[in-house]
């Protein structure tokens, strides 16, 4: 049964590890994602202020 609870402890830290790496490639992408929102937003915004603005 000792044998038992060590693999069970061996995976569980290899399987942690790996979550921990993959959580951070996901917030890493996320504030890129954020990023790029709003800077294409803010691109809109530059577009249609220099077509509708004021000459």
Excluded: D
């Excluded at 044998?3 to 890493?28: H, S």
């Excluded at 994602?33 to 294409?40: C, H, P, R, T």
Aim: glycine share 10%; with cysteine; aromatic share 18%.
């Amino acid at each position: 049964m000792k044998a038992f609870y060590g693999i069970i402890l061996l995976m569980i830290t290899m399987f942690y590890t790996g979550c921990a790496a993959i959580e951070t490639i996901f917030k890493v992408g996320m504030w890129w994602g954020i990023i790029l929102v709003v800077g294409v937003i803010a691109l809109i915004f530059f577009i249609i202020t220099k077509l509708f603005g004021r000459k």
